[in-house]
């Protein structure tokens, strides 16, 4: 990680600069209120900051064993830099401290740079969810996938 940036809590004043990055990398971004919603329910989110700046965030919460990773998202002009790598590592690490056994997520079918990215960090695919996500002209699948956290 640069030596200037620095990875921390997710927090209620970052909801403006988290809602701009969301809208500028999704075609069908997440609505203010839901962000607000995972901070005011205390999601053990995190982002990654660089000289007061946002570069990218991730929304993720625990259910039992196992870590839910709901949205990563990286500045469009950052991406491609590992800053996603770096936060889905530092993922990990809490996952493991606060007990995870596994995290599992939910992929749109049609984001091939996602799920080769998650390919990469050792997801497996294990299901499809059939219209989970709104596309143009209907509904999209969604790639299930999990990746188990070993105990370090």
């Known amino acids: 990680m640069e030596s200037n940036s620095v990875i921390r809590p997710l927090e209620v004043i970052d909801l403006e600069q988290v809602v701009t990055i969301e809208q500028e990398a999704h075609?069908?971004?997440?609505?203010?209120?839901?962000?607000?919603?995972?901070?005011?329910?205390?999601?053990?989110?995190?982002?990654?900051?660089?000289?007061?700046?946002?570069?990218?965030y991730v929304i993720f919460n625990y259910l039992y064993d196992e870590c839910h990773l709901m949205n990563i998202t990286t500045q469009s002009s950052h991406q491609g830099q590992g800053i996603a790598t770096q936060l889905i590592q530092s993922l990990y690490s809490h996952a493991k401290l606060a007990g995870m056994k596994s995290v599992l997520l939910e992929v749109r079918e049609s984001n091939q740079p996602a799920i080769a990215f998650y390919q990469r960090q050792q997801f497996e695919v294990i299901g499809q969810?059939?219209?989970y996500y709104p596309a143009t002209g209907g509904r999209e699948a969604a790639i299930v996938m999990r990746k188990a956290l070993l105990e370090a």
């Open 129 to 131: 969810r059939l219209g």
């Open 27 to 56: 075609e069908y971004p997440w609505k203010k209120s839901i962000h607000l919603s995972c901070i005011e329910q205390e999601y053990p989110s995190l982002v990654l900051e660089r000289e007061g700046q946002i570069l990218a």
